[in-house]
């Protein structure tokens, strides 16, 4: 339930302790929520993963997204994938391990996280609206070999809410870099999801030890409900000066 008292000011009650954003200079990151991962046939899947296990990120993540979309706030949507000719994919990647399909080959969404293919794509549920930024990473994190440092200069964000796929791989790697880059960084709990349910637990609490080491960690009602004490701050503000 939203509670404006606790959250009056906009501060998110997050973990290892509260944390007050400057909600102008804050975005949405959303990670790798692609068919790939989410769904039987893709890449997640040739790893050998239950994919249904991710699907409990999709509603909380859709509620921020909505309460984003509502004030306007910069969302960024990421997707790892490669180049048809896999020129962007180090053969370390493509050859390890023993999958069913490898990166490149035929699979039944397309070639498995090839740019372009269905399988590459966004959900439905999440599909990015215009003016939304779409980032394709051939990495892990989101920051190696993209823009993304660059475009969250040029809109002067100092803070970002992440959420997506997987907890302890793209996410964390993403929050980690972030992190020495001088985001404040609030991962989204419940709107994060691993293959396996114990690293999922434990990339969350990595990032949360240690007084925050890597950022902090919110479920998205405490998100949604300091978005919504700070819209009713900005509205009674904003009703005080007329
Ligand atoms: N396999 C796995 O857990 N994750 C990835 O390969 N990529 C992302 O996390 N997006």
């Given at each position: 339930?939203l509670?404006?008292?606790?959250?009056?000011?906009?501060?998110?009650?997050?973990?290892?302790?509260?944390?007050?954003?400057?909600w102008?200079?804050?975005?949405l990151?959303?990670?790798?929520?692609q068919?790939?991962?989410?769904?039987?046939?893709?890449?997640?899947?040739?790893?050998?993963?239950?994919?249904?296990?991710?699907?409990?990120?999709?509603?909380?993540?859709?509620?921020?997204?909505?309460?984003?979309?509502?004030?306007?706030?910069?969302?960024?949507?990421?997707r790892?994938?490669?180049?048809?000719?896999?020129?962007?994919?180090?053969?370390?990647?493509v050859?390890?391990?023993?999958?069913?399909?490898?990166?490149?080959?035929?699979?039944?969404m397309?070639?498995?996280?090839?740019?372009?293919?269905?399988?590459?794509?966004i959900?439905?549920?999440?599909?990015?609206?215009?003016?939304?930024?779409?980032?394709?990473?051939?990495?892990?994190?989101?920051?190696?070999?993209?823009?993304?440092?660059?475009?969250?200069?040029?809109?002067?964000?100092?803070?970002?809410?992440?959420?997506?796929?997987?907890?302890?791989?793209?996410?964390?790697?993403?929050?980690?870099?972030?992190?020495?880059?001088?985001?404040?960084?609030?991962?989204?709990?419940?709107?994060?999801?691993?293959?396996?349910?114990?690293f999922?637990?434990?990339?969350?609490?990595?990032?949360?030890?240690?007084?925050?080491?890597?950022g902090?960690?919110?479920?998205?009602?405490?998100?949604?409900?300091?978005?919504?004490?700070?819209?009713?701050?900005?509205?009674?503000?904003?009703?005080?000066?007329?």
């Open positions: 339930m509670n404006a008292t606790r959250a009056a000011s906009g501060t998110i009650i997050a973990e290892p302790e509260p944390i007050d954003l400057d102008s200079a804050t975005a990151v959303i990670i790798d929520m068919r790939d991962f989410m769904e039987p046939g893709g890449f997640g899947e040739t790893l050998g993963n239950d994919v249904g296990q991710l699907a409990r990120a999709v509603l909380p993540i859709a509620s921020v997204l909505m309460a984003a979309r509502d004030r306007g706030m910069l969302v960024i949507h990421t790892e994938g490669h180049l048809p000719d896999l020129s962007d994919a180090p053969p370390a990647k050859a390890r391990g023993a999958p069913s399909l490898r990166i490149g080959d035929p699979g039944p397309g070639r498995i996280l090839i740019r372009g293919e269905a399988g590459h794509d959900i439905p549920e999440l599909y990015p609206v215009e003016g939304e930024i779409v980032i394709d990473k051939p990495g892990k994190g989101a920051f190696h070999a993209t823009a993304l440092g660059d475009i969250l200069q040029k809109h002067g964000i100092d803070n970002l809410l992440v959420c997506g796929v997987t907890t302890e791989v793209c996410v964390n790697t993403t929050v980690r870099e972030a992190n020495d880059r001088g985001y404040r960084c609030v991962v989204i709990s419940d709107g994060c999801a691993s293959y396996f349910p114990e999922h637990e434990m990339g969350l609490k990595m990032i949360k030890a240690q007084g925050g080491i890597f902090w960690v919110a479920d998205s009602d405490a998100v949604l409900e300091a978005m919504q004490a700070e819209t009713s701050n900005s509205n009674l503000a904003a009703g005080a000066s007329r």
